[in-house]
């Protein structure tokens, strides 16, 4: 695929990376050559130092032959008028990153595609939605629905109240086994189980089950005394501290500690529909926390801009009591460093918007991606065409790459456990676990 990237800054540079190792045609363009540098000699790709807006810099870039162009510049007009320019000039297809929550309503998305936009990305929302999730539900590190909840994955750090530490998976996963693990990540390393396999403590296990069964894995686990969140800080008031506090549900008593007093006032209109307290102040102010409730509080989620403020302050709500925290880590070099110390759930925007991204480049029907950050991999959900190869064979026979299991199907709206045995059906919901972006391996399979 010809692919071009449209502003060489994290979320750009990290795609970037991400497709490179593809043996994709990539051009990155960017109006700093001192950002292009950094890329130019490391990854293998073309750089080109033009804005993203001139029409001689679109068609120096080949943009007449793109089959993907993507905008990800620091700004939401430039990246929609690239675009609409890239569409204009013969892309197929084009996304944009954007800052405004409207642009995301369904009713809009023919509105921008009539425009030239087929897809919006927004990075701080889809990281608002990974952080909501994670606050609800004090006892995972990560919980994502297929299909309103037919399916449930759950990421859950393993201690040592859970009930099936170090006994074989075969042991554990049997046929009639009321979930499936798809995946373990153990210290830097991530695993794709097999039945010798066992889950050792410190692990964090990644489950597929359906929700009727999850008290049940809940209390294998032994997560049953975790408190249910009721009251959450946030520590910094930016855009994904704020999508985060609409997102999540009203009975929960939501503070946000925020700095600046202009974005105080600004957050009071954007949540204004919410009983959400706003304080300004400074949340490195330990007698400020505590003077807020910090030890009466079940979650805390640190989500300022700066990676090492994040992670120091988590690690301060945990010896303050707080069961429940969340980091936004921007710096990937951090995130190893931020599970060993064992700060909580960890957010990573570049990460999750980059699996957006990723989905548009396959030509089989997938409907939703998710991030693992910390496996460094990826959860799809892939909808069975007819004659599709994986409709051939039963699922051992289909000879899967390396580092992808099935976790789960959905048919009919019911979710079922796959083994070795399952036929999948055209139309099925399949939900593939993928380890480090092999996703576009699966084309064949699906499509």
């Known amino acids: 695929m010809k692919i071009i990237i449209a502003g060489a800054g994290a979320v750009g540079t990290h ?28 990854y293998d790709l073309m750089t080109l130092n033009v ?42 297809k084009t996304v944009a ?14 509105f921008f595609k009539k425009m030239g936009v087929d897809s919006l990305v927004y990075p701080e929302m889809l990281a608002a939605e ?105 520590m910094g008031g930016g ?9 999540l549900p009203a009975y929960m008593e939501v503070k946000i500690i925020e700095q600046d007093e202009r974005r105080c006032l600004r957050l009071n209109e954007i949540l204004a529909e919410k009983d959400t307290m706003i304080i300004h102040g400074d949340g490195r102010d330990t007698n400020l926390l505590i003077d807020e409730g910090i030890h009466h509080t079940e979650a805390f989620a640190a989500l300022t801009g700066h990676t090492e403020t994040n992670i120091l302050a988590c690690l301060a709500a945990k010896r303050m009591g707080v069961r429940k925290t969340v980091a936004l880590v921007d710096n990937f070099e951090y995130v190893s460093m931020a599970e060993r110390l064992d700060i909580g759930t960890i ?47 039963a699922v051992k026979d289909l000879g899967m790459p390396p580092g992808v299991t099935i976790g789960g199907l ?18 099925d919901s399949v939900v593939v676990f993928c380890k480090g972006m092999l996703i576009k391996r699966l084309d064949k399979y699906f499509n």
């Not at 855009?239 to 997102?247: D, E, I, P, S, V």
């Not at 699996?355 to 959860?379: E, G, P, R």
């Open 15 to 42: 795609v970037a990376e991400l497709l490179s190792k593809e043996d994709q045609d990539i051009v990155l363009l960017d109006a700093n050559e001192e950002k292009l540098m950094k890329m130019a000699g490391n």
């Open 51 to 92: 804005s993203p807006t001139s029409l001689s810099g679109l068609k120096e870039a080949g943009t007449a032959k793109a089959d993907l162009f993507i905008a990800v510049t620091p700004y939401e007009t430039t990246n929609m008028t690239c675009c609409m320019l890239a569409s204009a000039m013969g892309a197929k």
């Open 97 to 110: 990153r954007i800052d405004n929550s409207e642009y995301l309503n369904p009713q809009n998305k023919e």
């Open 130 to 234: 990974d952080i909501a999730e994670g606050i609800k539900r004090s006892w995972v590190r990560q919980w994502w629905e297929v299909h309103n909840g037919a399916l449930v994955m759950l990421g859950i750090k393993l201690r040592d109240t859970a009930k099936i530490l170090d006994i074989p998976l075969k042991d554990l996963c049997g046929p009639e086994s009321t979930y499936h693990i798809v995946a373990i990540k153990r210290n830097d390393e991530t695993i794709i189980p097999n039945g010798n396999d066992c889950l050792k403590l410190g692990d964090i296990a990644y489950f597929m089950s359906i929700k009727k069964y999850i008290p049940y894995i809940r209390e294998i686990v032994g997560k049953e005394h975790y408190p249910d969140v009721k009251n959450v800080m946030i």
């Open 239 to 247: 855009r994904t501290a704020a999508q985060a506090a609409l997102k």
């Open 347 to 393: 957010i990573n925007k570049k990460a999750i918007a980059a699996s957006h991204i990723y989905q548009m480049m396959l030509k089989a029907d997938v409907t939703n991606v998710k991030c693992l950050t910390l496996a460094n991999a990826d959860v799809a959900e892939f909808v069975v065409k007819p004659n599709a190869r994986v409709t051939r064979k």
């Open 410 to 427: 959905v048919r009919n709206g019911e979710g079922q456990r796959v083994n070795g045995m399952t036929r999948i059906q055209a139309g």
